[in-house]
């Protein structure tokens, strides 16, 4: 065979693409886009994103797809998305990988005039305590905690003890000021206690432009909570795959091959171990 065919035959066999064999199943975040899927007239379009088709397990570009790691994890603490209008729909939202790592996890979406039972029904559930997660210089100083409880749920029932509630983070999954609305407009958030986190680093969101670095993703403030809940392990994975994530995400939208043999990569593998 001519070598000048050789050569890209050779080079497509090595960036074949990473497609599972079975897709996994979909998770709130997931239903929730096919919710807004349904309801649109016309099709999504992402601003500056990937072009051409997608898989719809990662939203990634088959050549760069992520499905098939098996990161979902069982943990103490809870995570319930409350979604803007369309950021179920953009490629660049971290929610959808919040869903990939934690079990259990809920998205609604927000509306200003209608709030889904279900969701009302989760706040309501006498296994969660929910918090709210919203910077505390914003709320009234009573309502403001720094901490989550922390007690041993088997240790405190082998006590005789009352059962501990779970932790529940309310992230509001959105723009900044659409954030902000959704705080001020949510009466069903009113007399839930507000987490307020100081964390030290910087964002490391590379998806999306931020005036502010102290302005942090989905995925980054959900990977605080869980190691602030005792989840460090969900933690940790969450925060490596949000680096892996972004690799894929970035080289797929320059047309390059992702390094799956990279510092990412090997962070979240040994996260996984």
């Not at 889904?116 to 918090?131: C, E, G, N, V």
């Not at 609305?181 to 507000?194: E, W």
């Not at 403030?221 to 940790?236: I, M, R, S, T, Y």
Request: aromatic share 6%.
């Amino acid at each position: 065979m001519d070598e000048a065919i050789k050569a890209p035959l050779a080079t497509q066999a090595h960036q074949a693409p990473h497609i599972p064999k079975v897709q996994p199943p979909p998770h709130a975040v997931s239903r929730l886009r096919a919710e807004r899927l349904a309801r649109s007239s016309k099709p999504f379009l992402a601003r500056g994103g990937i072009k051409g088709v997608r898989c719809p397990g990662c939203r990634l570009v088959p050549s760069h797809c992520l499905c098939g790691l098996g990161l979902l994890q069982s943990t103490r603490a809870g995570v319930c998305l409350l979604m803007a209008d369309i950021e179920p729909l953009k490629p660049s939202n971290t929610g959808w990988l919040v869903a990939d790592v934690v079990a259990d996890t809920f998205a609604f979406g927000w509306s200003r005039t209608e709030t889904d039972p279900a969701l009302l029904a989760l706040l309501a559930d006498p296994q969660w305590q929910p918090y709210v997660v919203f910077p505390g210089e914003f709320v009234r100083p009573e309502r403001v905690v720094h901490t989550v409880d922390m007690v041993d749920v088997a240790s405190h029932a082998q006590d005789g003890g009352l059962p501990s509630k779970r932790p529940l983070f309310i992230l509001l999954d959105a723009t900044w000021a659409e954030a902000r609305k959704m705080f001020r407009k949510g009466p069903y958030l009113d007399a839930l206690p507000v987490l307020s986190l100081h964390p030290a680093q910087i964002s490391r969101y590379q998806l999306r432009r931020s005036r502010r670095d102290d302005h942090f993703c989905t995925s980054e403030v959900a990977a605080l909570c869980l190691e602030l809940a005792g989840d460090v392990a969900a933690a940790h994975t969450l925060e490596a795959y949000l680096d892996v994530y972004t690799h894929h995400y970035l080289r797929a939208k320059q047309q390059l091959p992702a390094d799956r043999a990279g510092e990412a990569h090997a962070r979240l593998r040994a996260g996984m171990v």
